[in-house]
């Protein structure tokens, strides 16, 4: 008997586009203003001489703006650039400027889910804190409260069973009682391996339907009855 669901976020309750098409434009676009109003800030203090450290080299501040440009331009996976982005996402998010998208249909059925007394938990690589900031700021308002918790990539790699094992344990249920729900189907894998019921979302533009997936690929929450 199901008594958990875990969920993906990109492709499984929001469109995988937001991060490519809204957060790294906006992340671009108020860098160079974000920069030069926090500079004197400690944690932002940090993240500058992280950046003159990762270039070998004293820069201006106008140089590490071209160069953080750049970084993302060339979808660099370098710590300061994630710092900073993800300090002036906060202050979007906080600022009301951005909103994340959540899908209608896994929005009311993870409301559903959470009335009827079933835990939902969120396993996403982005960071917990990341999680959090974005299930604060959705279309739909602050939906956090849904959510009996959250795990990244620091339990492990979402493409390795035993993460799921790990996530189990520490929910406190068998892996047979939780739903496992995402578009990726190494992710699905790896949890059914791991012993959890899984099903994979194809959502029209995140995902393409596969011939010979042996688990059951869906549409829409609107297709899970539990
Ligand atoms: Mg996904």
């Known amino acids: 008997m ?9 492709g499984t309750t929001s469109p995988i586009s937001f991060v490519k098409e809204i957060l790294f434009p906006y ?18 203090q940090k993240i500058l001489n992280d950046i003159k450290k990762e270039a070998g080299k004293d820069l201006t501040i106008d140089e590490i703006i071209q160069i953080l440009k750049n970084w993302i331009d060339e979808d660099k996976k370098i710590t300061p650039l ?15 400027k951005l909103k994340a998208p959540v899908y209608k249909d896994a929005y009311d059925k993870m ?7 079933y835990k939902l938990y969120i396993y996403s690589s982005g960071s ?3 999680q959090k900031l974005f299930f604060s700021h959705t279309e739909f308002g602050n939906i956090l409260d ?13 493409k390795d069973p035993t993460s799921y094992q790990k996530i189990a344990q520490t929910i406190g249920l068998k892996p047979d009682e939780i739903l496992f729900l995402s578009d990726n189907p190494e992710e699905i894998k790896a949890a059914a391996k791991a012993g ?8 029209e533009q995140d995902a393409e339907y596969m011939e010979n997936f042996p688990y059951e690929q869906i549409k829409s929450f609107e297709e899970i009855d539990l």
């Open 2 to 10: 199901i008594k958990a669901v875990l969920i993906d976020i990109e």
């Open 27 to 44: 992340s671009k676009e108020k860098l160079e203003n974000f920069i030069k109003e926090n500079k004197d800030k400690p944690e932002v």
């Open 82 to 96: 994630k710092e900073i982005q993800g300090l002036i996402w906060k202050e979007g998010f906080e600022t009301g």
């Open 111 to 117: 409301i559903e889910w959470k009335n009827k007394g």
């Open 128 to 130: 917990t804190t990341a």
């Open 146 to 158: 849904l959510f009996s918790g959250h795990f990244d990539t620091k339990i492990g790699s979402k």
């Open 196 to 203: 959890m019921k899984v099903k994979r979302l194809v959502r």
